[in-house]
């Protein structure tokens, strides 16, 4: 598509249930990126993926959150037992090789654990 | 972890004005990047720098990469309403991954 697409915009669950997020990053762009956006602040680094190779992890912040990607494809990210402290927005962004300041991102998807 | 500290936190705006934004880190970066968020949206590429002291212009905007590679600043000139939103620092060292800084909530003067 033209753009990074996000689904759902928004997500309102319960909490300890599981979400799924989805993102259709653009076609071609074989690095995908999610991040965390709490209320007012600035965009927490969660997991990236790099063509066939192995996903840096690193900033999951628990167990609870884990990411798929599917090819260069569609990924997802689910958040087991979600908690309140979970809520906020969460951003897909893709990129073409080696040009990762080309990040484009998609409009997120607000989550909201009550 | 690295930590971009971006200043101010917030600012007021009145249309014609000049701002000026600001990150520093406690590390060294590769390449420095400023980002515009509007309301729902997700942030756009407004400006990359790449090389210690460069100093690059978009339109009504200038940023400067520091020549420590520790920090950024970002001007924009003349301000517009249109100009309101977030904007955010973003500083990449090793890796395809960017660290953002808290962003600056840029508003308009009541």
């Known amino acids: 598509g033209a753009g990074v697409s996000q689904s759902p915009s928004n997500k309102v669950t319960e909490k300890g249930k599981d979400v799924e997020l989805r993102c259709d990053p653009i076609?071609?762009?074989?690095?995908l990126y999610w991040y965390r956006q709490r209320l007012g602040q600035g965009l927490e680094f969660l997991i990236y993926?790099?063509?066939?190779?192995?996903?840096?992890k690193s900033g999951l912040p628990s167990d609870r959150f884990s990411a798929e990607r599917t090819g260069e494809s569609v990924s997802t990210l689910t958040i087991q037992r979600t908690q309140q402290e979970d809520s906020a927005v969460y951003l897909c962004?893709?990129?073409?090789?080696?040009?990762?300041?080309?990040?484009?991102f998609g409009s997120g998807t607000r989550l909201t654990v009550v | 972890g690295q930590q971009l500290n971006q200043s101010p936190q917030s600012m007021f705006i009145q249309e014609g004005e000049d701002v000026s934004m600001n990150c520093t880190s406690s590390?060294?970066?590769?390449?420095w990047l400023w980002y515009k968020q509007d309301p729902g949206e997700g942030p756009v590429l407004l400006i990359a720098?790449?090389?210690?002291?460069e100093l690059t212009s978009n339109g009504r905007l200038t940023a400067q990469f520091g020549i420590t590679r520790k920090d950024s600043f970002l001007n924009i000139s003349a301000s517009i309403p249109s100009d309101v939103g977030i904007y955010f620092c973003?500083?990449?060292?090793?890796?395809?991954?960017?660290?953002f800084g808290g962003g600056t909530r840029v508003l308009v003067k009541p």
């Open positions: 720098l790449y090389k210690a002291g």
């Open positions: 076609s071609g762009h074989t690095a």
């Open positions: 962004a893709s990129s073409s090789p080696g040009a990762f300041w080309g990040y484009t």
């Open positions: 973003a500083g990449q060292a090793a890796g395809n991954k960017l660290t």
């Open positions: 590390s060294i970066f590769n390449t």
């Open positions: 993926f790099q063509g066939n190779s192995a996903p840096d």
